[in-house]
């Protein structure tokens, strides 16, 4: 199992920027897909970005590309994401998530606490 800690979230201005990182522990995530997810108050989790373990190929849902951008450090077991131009509806918990080992990075097994962002206008 791979453990899953977030970190980096907080208050930001819209139109602002924040990095958050996941550092993994357990196993070395070079072989796992991994993913950021977000979940606002009183609304189901979603989809931000996910990442391949294979090439490193990046997806995104549609109300964040252009401003986020996901990436990782197989040699620190750390994921990134660094959101620019930060909205009001990008509030909410941010979670990192990681796969099965080899798997596709549409599935995910493994997930950390979160942490909160908070856009304000």
């Known amino acids: 199992q791979v453990r899953l800690v977030e970190s980096g979230g907080g208050l930001v201005q819209a139109g602002g920027s924040l990095r958050l990182s996941c550092a993994t522990s357990g196993r070395t995530i070079s072989t796992y897909p991994m993913g950021w997810f977000r979940q606002a108050p009183g609304k189901e989790r979603r989809f931000v970005a996910s990442?391949?373990?294979?090439?490193?190929?990046?997806f995104y849902a549609d109300s964040v590309k252009g401003r986020f951008t996901i990436s990782r450090d197989n040699a620190k077991n750390t994921l990134y994401l660094q959101m620019d131009s930060l909205k009001l509806d990008d509030t909410g918990v941010y979670l990192c998530a990681a796969g099965t080992a080899r798997g596709l990075p549409t599935a995910f097994s493994s997930w950390g606490q979160g942490t909160q962002v908070t856009v304000s206008s």
């Open positions: 990442i391949s373990w294979r090439d490193s190929s990046t």
